[in-house]
């Protein structure tokens, strides 16, 4: 199975996670199945990175996880859980 059938699977396993992301991108010029897809998939990663967070005992202050959360709009589908987990390596002391 190639790229493009997974994304189609996961959407139709997830119709209206994928109508979530159409609507509240409907209004950006010039974006793209592919710009949907991986807006799509990124909304996976968020909920793997907010409960790695959540469940794993780290040494983020409330200041570390509102930077992430901000980022999850400042920098949309630019990182990933593996990014997260790195960050929270290098501030352990």
Known sequence: MNGD?????????????FAEVVKSNSKKRGIKWDDLALIFEWTYE???????IKNEKTVLKDHHKNAIENAF???QTKFDLNTIMEYI?????
Do not use: P
Request: without cysteine.
């Open 5 to 17: 059938e997974n994304i189609r699977q996961g959407i139709n396993n997830d119709i209206d996670r």
């Open 46 to 52: 968020i909920e793997r990175i907010r409960d790695y």
């Open 89 to 93: 390596k290098a501030a352990e002391f």
């Open 73 to 75: 709009v400042t920098q």
